[in-house]
């Protein structure tokens, strides 16, 4: 650490005023251009969480722990069986990943369904707020449209062990407010 | 490029870069495959019993398809470098008069890459319990069943694709007992 603090140091005493707020600046750039492409996917996925981590073993051996979905939810296209789709019980922050088995839908257009993990022996119906049998279209969140493995094992990371998270943040920060490009 | 903290962080986002590339590539070599097969099912046994619908935890009675069915299929053609399995699921789809559409899974299989992908059954029970919204399988003679499937790829878009070929059910018009 000690030539680490030495070269990035210097640096910093060489800056002068508008420098530092040039940096400041580069910083706030980065952070609204990050917010403007998260907010243009969900408009352009319709749906308000377009990129989601699988965060249980439900769905093996198609999805583990770790893997990235990425979602879109267009009103228009019906749900149909087979489906992956990622849902909100009421009242429930979690998203579950799981698969439609079972759907009854009207000819009003209004459906009910049922999910299944693929590597859950029973239904979902035991996730469901009491009283519930079926889902319904508004709990959706999204439907699974593509997925990479792995890659969100971070986010896991930063979840589990809160401190790696702050961690990573500040020395992110730290790095964008020294560095001089 | 002097010092080991930023040769370090160099290798590491080159690593990150290839990888995402290569992912990509992956995803792209397979993205306009039309993965169909085709299929042919039939089946053994076609009954309608009443009963309370358990699997709802309802008192209400609704009809409960009872059917075993035949299963012919080759898969290996489907499966390549980007194919992690397939999930096939066996759906029956009709009408009635309480719903416009009834789709209902009666089985399902996970093939992954590797393993047998020519199915051959015969006289296959359903894994899932044929129930109803409602009691609109008795005398149903338009009961399509068709097989589909999931492709789960190692890196890419997820189909979901009908085989060609389907076979229509009839239920009778009275009830087991």
């Given amino acids: ?49 377009p990129i989601v981590v699988v965060l249980s073993g439900s769905m093996e051996p198609a999805f583990f722990r770790g893997d990235l979905l990425f979602l879109t939810n267009y ?21 579950i990943v799981h698969r439609v088995i079972k759907l009854h839908e009207k000819e009003t257009g209004e459906v009910k369904f049922l999910t299944k993990g693929d590597n859950n022996q029973v239904d979902d119906r035991g996730l469901y707020a009491p009283g519930q049998l079926w889902l319904q279209r508004k709990d959706v969140v999204g439907r699974a449209r593509g997925f990479v493995p792995y890659v969100g094992m971070v986010t896991i990371l930063m979840n589990d062990y809160p401190k790696f998270k702050y961690l990573i943040l500040a020395c992110l920060g730290i790095f964008v407010l020294i560095h001089r490009e | ?45 076609a009954a309608v019993k ?59 299989k996970i093939i992954k890459r590797g393993e047998n992908s020519k199915l051959d059954f015969k006289s296959m029970n359903t894994k899932y319990y044929f129930f109803d919204d409602g009691n609109g399988l008795r005398g149903n003679k338009n009961v399509t069943l068709s097989l589909a499937w999931n492709v789960i790829p190692n890196a890419g878009t997820l189909p979901r694709v009908k085989g060609d070929g389907r076979y229509i059910l009839k239920f009778p018009n009275e009830y087991r007992q």
């Fill in chain 1, 75 to 95: 009103q228009e296209e019906p749900i149909r069986v087979g489906e992956i789709v990622v849902f909100k019980i009421e009242g429930r922050e979690i998203p």
């Fill in chain 2, 50 to 108: 009443n009963v309370a619908n358990f699997a709802a935890s309802t008192r209400e009675k609704n009809d409960l398809g009872q059917i075993a069915f035949d299963l012919h299929v080759d898969l290996a053609p489907l499966f390549n470098w980007n194919t992690k399995q397939l999930f096939l699921y066996m759906t029956a789809e009709y009408e009635t008069a309480n719903n416009k559409l009834n789709q209902v899974v009666l089985w399902d």
């Fill in chain 1, 1 to 49: 650490m000690g030539l680490f603090d030495f070269d990035f140091l210097n640096d910093v005493r060489r800056m002068n005023k508008r420098q530092l707020y040039y940096q400041f600046l580069n910083f706030g750039m980065i952070v609204s251009s990050a917010l403007m492409i998260w907010k243009g996917l969900m408009v352009m996925t319709g749906s308000e969480s």
């Fill in chain 2, 1 to 45: 490029m002097n010092t080991f903290l930023s040769r370090v962080n160099t290798i590491f986002a080159f690593t990150l870069s290839v990888l995402a590339a290569l992912t990509f590539g992956c995803f792209l070599t397979t993205v306009f495959n039309d993965n169909i097969a085709p299929v042919q099912i039939g089946t053994t046994k």
